[in-house]
């Protein structure tokens, strides 16, 4: 099973949530950030649909992938306040 983690950090004069090198939009407060992280950690672990997805990996190439519904991360949030 995949394991992700989104670290709670300090961005552009606020706080945001982060993934690898992705952050999230700029939030007001470390609160606010750490709310936004626990909905999005809520819904990628949410079972859905078996659906094809579209996706370009780190040297340009595109893969097409069948997405079983129920193989879901695990999600973790690092919050190093």
Do not use: K, N
Not at 9 to 30: I, K, M, N, Q
Not at 48 to 54: D, P, R
């Amino acid at each position: 099973m995949t394991e992700i983690t989104y670290d709670i950090v300090e961005h552009d004069g606020g706080w945001a949530y982060r993934l690898d090198d992705v952050l999230s939009e700029t939030f007001p407060s470390h609160e606010a950030a750490l709310a936004a992280a626990r909905r999005v950690a809520t819904e990628q672990q949410r079972p859905g649909e078996t659906t094809g997805i579209v996706y370009e990996d780190t040297r340009g190439q595109w893969h097409e992938e069948l997405a079983a519904g129920d193989d879901r991360p695990v999600v973790r949030i690092h919050d190093q306040t």
